[in-house]
């Protein structure tokens, strides 16, 4: 269980933020299939308080996508803290600062923001005491990386305690560092540092994609909470395995059938083109199709087809013939 400022998360599984695909279609599928909490992909905080049209559009979410958190990225405090109150006053139920970004375009050279944020600890401070003073009841947060280059974690033990001595309710580590990207393994010892090194819950991050890989994290780290992220593409049954397998409540995980992916596939679909622009829509289930059909036998060349598909109504319908040809298939893979 995680408990942060009022907010209380029986299962202690969370969904990271993910650029371009935690749209609402994402949480509405996963939230339907027991995913907890959510974060909207990270949006920035100039962007916002210029209440900038494409900004204020990805923060669309309805009442069944709760309880979910918000994540603003930028580098100057005031503008932080302003797009903090805005975020609150929409009614989401905490802010999330990003300190883990790793493209050149938000981190400017490594003195700008995301993961250049944790060279930059006097800055951080700043941000974190702009937003805690601006938010009045929502827990604020605070996601980063082990470190910029440094991979031994004391990067992000210093931010975490500068976190913990503003106010802020916990921290997110991703157990890689900034030049790392997405390669090799995320290190469990080092996000285990900055766990020893506050009291404020640690939730932890990077390759859990069964309940054993987040049960390896906890007891590695001593993380109070674990933040699923690439797992769930595709996967949103994901949550469920994670926290009943962490409850010690079922040890074999939930494999869904084949019907059972192409239907939440479909909803996908639906709900892309319910929620958003034609075009858009299309272009989406572009990425959104690789997670659900990679490993089906005959999936790559499906996928190729899907691709050069220009309305949803065809997409459907090459979903509904894929999986067809896939369930006379038997037997079908996990
Ligand atoms: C496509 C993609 C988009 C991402 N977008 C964000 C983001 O907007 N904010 C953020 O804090 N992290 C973002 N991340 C990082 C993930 O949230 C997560 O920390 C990382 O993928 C490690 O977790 P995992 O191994 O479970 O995927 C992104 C990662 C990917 C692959």
Request: glycine residues 10%.
């Amino acid at each position: 269980m995680l408990s942060l400022k009022g907010l209380t998360l029986p299962s202690g599984v969370l969904q990271s933020p993910l650029a371009a695909c935690t749209d609402l279609a994402f949480r509405l599928v996963a939230r339907r299939r027991g995913m907890e909490y959510a974060f909207l992909e990270m949006v920035s905080a100039h962007a916002l308080v210029q209440k900038n049209g494409k900004t204020l559009d990805m923060l669309k979410t309805v009442a069944e996508d709760k309880p979910l958190g918000a994540q603003l990225v930028g580098c100057d405090p005031a503008r932080m803290g302003e797009a903090a109150a805005i975020v609150e006053g929409l009614g989401f139920d905490s802010v999330d600062v990003n300190f883990g970004c790793p493209v050149p375009k938000v981190t400017g050279g490594g003195d700008g923001a995301g993961s250049a944020m944790l060279r930059q600890p006097e800055r951080a401070e700043a941000i974190f005491k702009a937003m805690v003073s601006a938010v009045k009841k929502v827990p604020v947060t605070v996601k980063m990386r082990t470190g910029y280059a440094d991979a031994s974690g004391l990067e992000a033990v210093e931010i975490a305690k500068r976190a913990e001595a503003c106010g802020l309710s916990a921290v997110t580590v991703h157990g890689r560092t900034r030049e790392q990207k997405y390669q090799g393994k995320a290190d469990y010892d080092a996000i285990g540092r900055v766990k020893a090194a506050v009291k404020i819950p640690v939730i932890g991050n990077g390759d859990v994609a069964s309940a054993a890989d987040a049960r390896r994290l906890l007891s590695a780290s001593g993380c109070d909470a674990v933040m699923i992220g690439r797992g769930g593409m595709g996967n949103p049954w994901i949550y469920r395995n994670v926290a009943l397998g962490l409850a010690e409540l079922s040890s074999e995980p939930y494999v869904p059938t084949i019907d059972e992916r192409r239907d939440a596939l479909l909803e996908h679909l639906a709900l892309e083109e319910a929620l958003e622009s034609a075009w858009h829509a299309v272009v989406t289930m572009r990425r959104v199709v690789c997670w659900y059909t990679t490993g089906i036998p005959g999936g790559a060349e499906f996928r190729s087809r899907f691709c050069q598909a220009k309305t949803s109504a065809e997409q459907r319908a090459l979903i509904h013939e894929f999986f067809g040809a896939a369930a006379r298939r038997e037997p079908v893979p996990a």
